[in-house]
């Protein structure tokens, strides 16, 4: 068979198809040829290939890593989302899914996973476990299949929590007192601050898992209070100046004289009529073995540790915003008091991240952060 005329039939730019006409001879028998002329249609399809493939198929994955913290707020993965976010530490997840306690992020190759795992080790204190699980075995060719599943374990101690130490931790910790505010969270590293002495102190991870406790008060139990009188005490360590500070509740103006002295930290930024946040131990009712066991020993706990100074002017300002993980949703719908606990949750971390410095110079650069302008920030210092 020979072929004689071949030509391209018009058909729309995007129907995917080829249509072709073709014209053709053969010798039937001698001295006798036979010519057809017919049309060819061909279709373009599209193909992935396997690893592709999988990435679009839920519940095919290699390895995943499990990142919890057993605290009740979200603000450790907000700041944790930003820092992923920063690095692109989330290129190669194949799907993420957010779970009651933490995220799980889905991987195509064991390496991947164990990436993630370390990037996640040098921003947060945290601890990880790995298992793996075999899913099927060839005896001829003498190769298995396993799914790897790395647990990442937070420290459930964040910025601002009041702790309570336990007297031979607080010992092995340069002597710090018992009573210690997390002032900081950088790396794998939890600092610690006496806010009546300014004696400050590191928490390795590793200290910490030795002898895990927990927080005895955060961020949601603190209350609002009115600076009446401030005196110095000279005592001064970098950013901290030490002060007997008189203080009372706002929810207390006007109904009684009740007020409180208490040695800060904050003196050097705290004036008479200023607001700062604090916790008020006085009337609290904590649930933990080592502050109860102060109780018996020690005389005279601090009735309120003040933890930070606040401005009225910023709650006028519009408020930040900022990009999150695309995650897989789920799909009941959320109950409205988890939605409106998100919201404040939201709300308490940018609120944070516009007081710390330290915090928005790491978190500089993230795309789609939008925070408060610094001019406000020194209007409301002055």
């Not at 129907?15 to 036979?34: D, G, H, M, N, P």
């Not at 990435?55 to 919890?68: D, I, M, P, S």
């Not at 995650?327 to 939605?339: F, G, I, L, N, Y």
Request: with cysteine.
């Amino acid at each position: 068979m020979r072929l004689i005329d071949a030509g391209f039939i018009w058909t729309e730019p995007h129907s995917r198809r080829i249509r072709v006409k073709l014209t053709v001879q053969k010798e039937a028998f001698t001295s006798t040829i036979l010519q057809q002329t017919f049309e060819c249609e061909f279709v373009v399809a599209y193909q992935q290939c396997p690893d592709c493939a999988k990435t679009y198929t839920k519940n095919t994955w290699k390895a995943t890593v499990q990142v919890r913290q057993k605290v009740p707020h979200k603000r450790t993965f907000l700041y944790l989302e930003q820092l992923i976010l920063k690095h692109h530490a989330h290129t190669e997840a194949s799907n993420i899914k957010e779970v009651k306690d933490g995220l799980d992020f889905f991987y195509q190759t064991r390496a991947a996973a164990a990436k993630m795992v370390e990037f996640l080790s040098g921003v947060v204190p945290s601890r990880s476990k790995k298992s793996e699980e075999l899913i099927s075995m060839d005896t001829k060719n003498n190769t298995s299949n396993y799914k790897f599943t790395y647990s990442v374990e937070i420290v459930p101690i964040c910025k601002d929590d009041l702790i309570c130490l336990p007297p031979k931790l607080a010992k092995s910790l340069g002597n710090i007192g018992q009573m210690v505010l997390c002032h900081k969270i950088a790396g794998n590293t939890v600092h610690l601050l006496d806010p009546t002495t300014l004696q400050t102190t590191d928490l390795p991870t590793a200290t910490y898992w030795r002898q895990p406790f927990g927080t005895l008060a955060d961020i949601p139990e603190m209350v609002e209070f009115v600076v009446l009188d401030v005196e110095f005490t000279g005592q001064t360590k970098g950013k901290w100046a030490l002060a007997d500070i008189e203080v009372a509740r706002s929810s207390d103006m006007g109904s009684n004289d009740d007020s409180y002295w208490v040695k800060s930290h904050l003196g050097g930024i705290l004036h008479p009529g200023d607001l700062a946040m604090g916790y008020f131990l006085a009337n609290a009712n904590l649930n933990n073995p080592e502050y109860d066991d102060m109780l018996k020993n020690v005389d005279n706990l601090p009735d309120v540790i003040l933890v930070k100074k606040i401005y009225p002017e910023r709650r006028k300002r519009k408020p930040g915003k900022m990009r999150m993980l695309e995650k897989e949703v789920s799909e009941m719908a959320p109950r409205k008091q988890d939605v409106e606990k998100l919201e404040r949750d939201y709300e308490i971390f940018l609120e944070t991240l516009e007081e710390d410095e330290d915090m928005k110079q790491l978190l500089s650069g993230v795309e789609g952060l939008d925070l408060a302008g610094d001019e406000d920030h020194e209007m409301a210092e002055a």
